[in-house]
């Protein structure tokens, strides 16, 4: 064991403080102290306006209520005049147009007696009418630039549609891919995850408090992602070491970004509902990360304390949230209800009512609201801007970034533009809603590129292109294979068009089966019979069991759900005008039975590749995942030179890793290269390996490219048990390749 612990608590954020029994529910409720300049104008403003207000016009500005009919969970509190009258209304979510906004905000400002604007909220979690390719998708391109930009015209959107506040980043690590919301976040590793999240909080505020920008949500605070058996709102049974060191950073990393609000999770952590654990909500978020913003619970979570077996009644699970640290209760209507009877009778500080108004209130002031509550509802704006070109370019742009080759034998791809005879076949050949995905906020099928559309926007005229659907998604009917099969014998190509449907992924969307579903392998069997070059374009929301699918197809495309711009991206990438780039930020293991099989799983005492049958594996499959890690192909090749490095890092705790990467193939391209870690001895078990740098590089065919990475010694520590980031001297793997499992090794010494 190395003798030499260096403890940095306070490193990177001071993730986590105290220990295991600091996580209580029934702590006192201690308002957190802001301090502000006598002379600022909003502090000014706001404790002005609160002195006007009553208790019942107070609690009011903490309670979200459903504007609309699209529901993400049970339908409970209800929007009402009288609650408009009382001042009852703080929050409007699911709504979205200027002139249903407008309406909203008219009736607000006409019946409230203090005039105090709605905040309007929706999910806009990847495009608001125009629709980008879903969070994981868009995570493939590995292009931090590219997320703030698709993040940033999704915010230019919404609030030229007269949204305030978007309920995104969902930046929960998901190493399961049978949990369903995978779709909407980064995939399974921190590093990645933590970029991508600030990236996406600045691009959603990128012109903060103007209207042509709206606040941020970093969701689901915390580990959300870890559902027992994936399956959405299970409990989540976790160390507090693998919570501060998996699950924590990428939210740190919103706060460390500027981001506005964060959102409870449903699930339980170490026994204590997130929406309900005060230790989390307020000990870490606020007194730890100086996190300034305002809380919101998930859709019914305070109501739901009570299913969860911590809360008897309402008024106990309102009680519990509020002081826990949840500012705003979400559509059930638990603190209208119940809040003011306890501060009453004093089970609930009047300070700590003011504190929370007053962060919501601030939110308000800081958008213009006060100064003009229709400030964000102009029909000229939202016309000018929704769905403008650039918007439609960016998506395009967007989708073809995100697209990942897996396969591509005997150089399948890309088809000829010459190519006489195509057969296309599959159930998302010729869809227009299902390849949105999940989460399309407004997006309509009228706007969206079929991958019929855009074949035929490709090559015009000049190709024979016969279309047949071959089989639904689910259905058991065969009845269109024959007719299938002719097309397919008939033509030069065969491009197969599969996956799942939209809401197969997203909330409350947990599969156990992670094949093809439905005929669709069956389909892919009587193509194959055919003899013709089968070219598979893969939509799904999370990574499938492709075992058999990767032995039928010729060429295989992970296309995800691209968005609007479906087709015209699906066909860039097929005919050569885009050349692949992206790679895989989770793994696709072999067989259901391998989940959870991610990439930096820790070692074992007996590790699954010793010659021997006693060993951490199934006997049955091997431990290896399909596609691992970091994993795509290109209609290019790329040859990296020997890695360069010093034997050890520098006295100031730097080592520069350098690799040469030669583009040797036919074409341009982009290559990601990419930089694991590895702890070789520790005081406590670690990672196999780690990705703890990237680079995304475009490289002229033939040219080569000199890549540096800055490695620090205070990125190659850990959480251990009492809650201490400590980083340790000793050995390290330095590792630099194409993806988790292709790479070159040194070893580094670090010297204390």
Known sequence: MKRCIIALSFVMGSLLVGNAHDITPDSPQKPVKKEVRSSDKETLFVRNLMKKMTLTEKIGQLSQYVGGELLTGPKSGSLTDSLFERGMVGSILNVGGVD??????????????????VLFAFDVIHGYKTIFPTPLAESCSWDLGLMFETAKAAAMEASASGIHWTFAPMVDVARDPRWGRIVEGAGEDTYLASKIAAARVKGFQWNIGEPNSVYACAKHFVAYGAPQAGRDYAPVDLSLSTLSEVYLPPFKACVD???????SAFNSVNGVPATGNRWLMTDLLRHQWGFQGFVVSDWNAVQELKAHGVAETDDDAALMAFKAGVDMNMTD?????????????????????????????????ALGLFEDPYRFLDNKRERQVVRSQSMIDLARKAAVSSMVLLKNDNATLPLSKQTKRIALIGPLANNRSEVMGSWKARGEDADVVTVLDGIKNKLGSNVSLQYVQGCDFLAPSKDEFSSAFEAAKQSDVIIAVVGEKALMSGESRSRAILRLPGQQEALLDTLRKAGKPLVVVLM???????????????????????????????????FGDAVPSGKLTASFPLTEGQIPNYYNYKRSGRPGDMPYSSTVRHIDVPNKNLYPFGYGLSYTSFSYGEMQCPQQFNPDGSLQVSVDVTNTGSYDGEEIVQLYVADKVASMVRPVKEL??????????????????????????????????????????????????????KEVLWKK
């Open 100 to 117: 249903n906004l407008r309406k909203l905000q008219q009736r607000n400002m006409q019946l409230s007696r203090l005039k105090i604007p």
């Open 257 to 263: 970004a500027g981001v506005k609000t964060f959102m």
């Open 333 to 365: 209507g638990l603190y209208n209800r119940c809040l003011e009877a306890d501060v009453r009778s004093g089970k609930v500080d009047l300070q700590a009512i003011d504190a929370s108004v007053e962060r919501i209130l601030r939110a308000k002031y």
């Open 540 to 574: 799904s929301g999370r990574p499938l069991c492709l075992e058999k699918v990767d032995k039928q197809a010729d060429a295989l495309v992970e296309a995800w759900f691209p968005g609007t711009q479906c087709g015209n991206a699906v066909a860039d990438i097929l």
């Open 692 to 745: 703890k740098g990237f680079e995304k590089v475009f490289i002229p065919k033939g040219q080569t490219k000199h890549v540096v990475f800055t490695v620090n010694v205070r990125d190659l520590g850990f959480w251990d048990n009492n809650m201490q980031y400590i980083v340790e001297p000793g050995m390290f793997d330095v590792m630099v390749g194409k993806n988790s499992e292709e790479l070159q090794k």
